[in-house]
């Protein structure tokens, strides 16, 4: 078997593609790469966490917002970085906050977001980029970690625990909002989104609410909190552009069958790429862990993956922290991708 398959194979989520990190990436035999965008200016959008200790002279990186969208030529430009050293850019990861929020609260500028997606979305299509994730969480109302803790060897590993979240709420809010209310504007959201993407060629991916089964927090529902909102969520605009970034921590953090949650939308083809990553513990109380621990066996969900036909990218993700490793976490990331192509050979067999 070659590293690049037909069925399940394994990439990685970036914030640069710098000649430094392609490299690293192709020698660990991974062959496709998401890039997460930063805010104009350097900033996360309030979903990833740049690293600037990352910065090289080769640095590529993809600012991203309503008044900054990228060009065709810019994103083919980096996917041609990509192809260089061998390895396919599959797409942007993830939408930061500040390319939705308005949306999501029906605000004024909602106007503005709509357009640049939809324009974000024409030009991936004729730059050949197939992906776009986004996250469709609300901003500052409570954080995805609350600490960390030692695991094996002394590895280090974020964790959540509700108890000790404070002063939860989004300053930028001036009421709270019901559940039907943010569903109405979801909906809304993905009729006006969604021919876009279909006629440019793109596939929207959709994440749950990390840490998910928490109803409200702060005065605002968490829409993507359990299995039924993706059923609701794959059902309201019926699309093949549309699909799950299938986060499996998620779902064994709100404590869901994982082998039966890959079933279903993978019989489905509801699957679009998967975070394959696990915790110990539930969403009030858990803690990140290596993939090859946590509350799910592993093996059995890429078995799941692959009898259900699934041909598409797993990636590692909130990978524990190793002695002498980046900020990126190299050493972390090196060892999960290891393992998860070792399953998907496993699995294949």
């Given at each position: 078997?070659?590293?690049?398959?037909?069925?399940?194979?394994?990439?990685?989520?970036t914030?640069?593609?710098?000649d430094?990190?392609l490299?690293?990436?192709?020698?660990?035999?991974?062959?496709?790469?998401?890039?997460?965008?930063?805010?104009?200016?350097?900033?996360?959008?309030?979903?990833v966490?740049?690293?600037?200790?990352?910065?090289?002279?080769?640095?590529?990186?993809?600012?991203?917002?309503?008044?900054d969208?990228?060009?065709?030529?810019?994103l083919?430009?980096?996917?041609?970085?990509c192809?260089e050293?061998?390895?396919?850019?599959?797409?942007?990861?993830?939408?930061?906050?500040?390319?939705?929020?308005?949306?999501?609260?029906?605000?004024?500028g909602r106007?503005?977001?709509?357009a640049?997606?939809?324009?974000?979305?024409r030009?991936?299509?004729?730059?050949?980029?197939?992906?776009?994730?986004?996250?469709?969480?609300?901003?500052?109302?409570v954080?995805?970690?609350?600490?960390?803790?030692?695991?094996?060897?002394?590895?280090?590993?974020?964790?959540?625990?509700?108890?000790?979240?404070?002063?939860?709420?989004?300053?930028?809010?001036?009421?709270?909002?019901?559940?039907?209310?943010?569903?109405?504007?979801?909906?809304?959201?993905?009729?006006?989104?969604l021919?876009?993407?279909?006629?440019?060629?793109?596939?929207?991916?959709?994440?749950?609410?990390d840490?998910?089964?928490i109803?409200e927090?702060?005065?605002?529902?968490?829409?993507?909190r359990?299995?039924?909102?993706?059923?609701?969520?794959?059902?309201?605009v019926?699309?093949?552009n549309?699909?799950?970034?299938?986060c499996?921590g998620?779902?064994?953090?709100?404590?869901?069958?994982?082998?039966?949650?890959?079933?279903?939308?993978?019989?489905?083809?509801?699957?679009?790429?998967?975070?394959?990553?696990?915790?110990?513990?539930?969403?009030?109380?858990?803690?990140?862990?290596?993939?090859?621990?946590?509350?799910?066996d592993?093996?059995?969900?890429?078995?799941s993956?692959?009898?259900?036909?699934?041909?598409?990218?797993?990636?590692?993700?909130?990978?524990?922290?190793?002695r002498?490793?980046?900020?990126?976490?190299?050493?972390?990331?090196?060892?999960?991708?290891?393992?998860?192509?070792?399953?998907?050979r496993?699995?294949?067999?």
């Amino acid at each position: 078997m070659s590293d690049r398959d037909d069925g399940v194979r394994v990439g990685f989520r970036t914030n640069t593609l710098s000649d430094e990190r392609l490299q690293y990436i192709r020698q660990l035999g991974v062959t496709d790469v998401f890039i997460n965008p930063t805010e104009p200016g350097g900033g996360t959008g309030g979903d990833v966490f740049v690293d600037e200790s990352d910065r090289t002279e080769t640095d590529r990186r993809l600012p991203l917002g309503p008044e900054d969208v990228p060009s065709v030529a810019y994103l083919e430009e980096l996917g041609d970085a990509c192809a260089e050293y061998g390895v396919d850019l599959a797409g942007i990861h993830t939408l930061g906050y500040n390319c939705y929020g308005d949306i999501k609260f029906d605000r004024e500028g909602r106007d503005e977001q709509i357009a640049a997606i939809k324009q974000l979305l024409r030009n991936m299509g004729e730059a050949g980029l197939p992906i776009l994730g986004y996250q469709w969480n609300p901003r500052g109302v409570v954080p995805m970690r609350t600490g960390t803790v030692p695991i094996r060897g002394d590895a280090e590993a974020t964790s959540f625990d509700l108890d000790d979240v404070e002063n939860a709420g989004d300053p930028a809010l001036d009421r709270e909002y019901t559940e039907d209310e943010l569903w109405e504007n979801y909906e809304r959201f993905l009729e006006e989104i969604l021919p876009v993407a279909e006629a440019a060629g793109v596939t929207l991916a959709l994440h749950p609410i990390d840490p998910p089964s928490i109803e409200e927090i702060g005065g605002i529902p968490r829409l993507f909190r359990n299995v039924e909102s993706f059923r609701r969520a794959m059902r309201t605009v019926p699309s093949d552009n549309h699909g799950l970034k299938l986060c499996l921590g998620c779902f064994s953090e709100m404590g869901a069958d994982v082998v039966d949650v890959v079933r279903e939308f993978g019989e489905a083809g509801d699957i679009t790429f998967v975070h394959f990553r696990d915790v110990e513990g539930l969403a009030e109380s858990f803690n990140e862990t290596f993939v090859d621990c946590g509350n799910y066996d592993e093996l059995e969900v890429m078995r799941s993956l692959v009898d259900g036909g699934f041909e598409g990218i797993v990636i590692p993700d909130h990978v524990p922290t190793v002695r002498d490793d980046t900020d990126w976490g190299h050493r972390g990331r090196g060892f999960t991708a290891g393992y998860l192509r070792g399953l998907t050979r496993v699995a294949d067999d």
